[in-house]
């Protein structure tokens, strides 16, 4: 399956539809094969220590599922996290950028599974990673008669 938004595309949609977060983010690369984003530290991602804090690192996780998503399946906003993993490998370098390299395992019709590594910017070594189910609405979700109240 090709992509249906490039990363100009997709950087676009993003700006549109979450614009207080697509901030945080910046999409490196993006083909077929996967995403490689960073999250662009700031001291609102860091927990005492000056270490990345592990929600900051769960959000890269999610953004970089849901854009892997976004560009298979294009502008398709309802797509949802159902189930999420995640495992802290070691303690990220202190106030420096992470970096996800994230791949989809699965696109199904309804589900998608995504994996993602992290890495402090200028390491080799994994800090993280995380697995990400969605669920992908249906593309044409059944009409629902009205229900009639019973007399």
Do not use: C, W
């Amino acid at each position: 399956m090709s992509l249906a938004l490039n990363k100009k595309e997709l950087t676009a949609y993003l700006q549109e539809i979450f614009p207080e977060v697509i901030r945080e983010f910046a999409i490196e690369t993006l083909d077929v094969g996967g995403i490689t984003m960073r999250l662009l530290v700031e001291n609102r991602h860091l927990r005492p220590g000056g270490t990345v804090s592990g929600p900051s690192m769960f959000m890269l996780a999610d953004v970089a599922v849901y854009a892997m998503v976004l560009s298979r399946l294009g502008r398709e906003a309802l797509a949802v996290t159902t189930s999420s993993s995640m495992d802290f490998l070691r303690k990220p370098a202190a106030a420096q950028d992470i970096i996800a390299r994230g791949t989809l395992l699965k696109l199904g019709r309804s589900l998608v599974v995504g994996d993602v590594l992290m890495f402090s910017h200028g390491s080799d070594k994994p800090v993280a990673r995380a697995t990400m189910t969605y669920s992908i609405p249906p593309v044409n979700p059944p009409v629902n008669p009205p229900v009639k109240p019973t007399p």
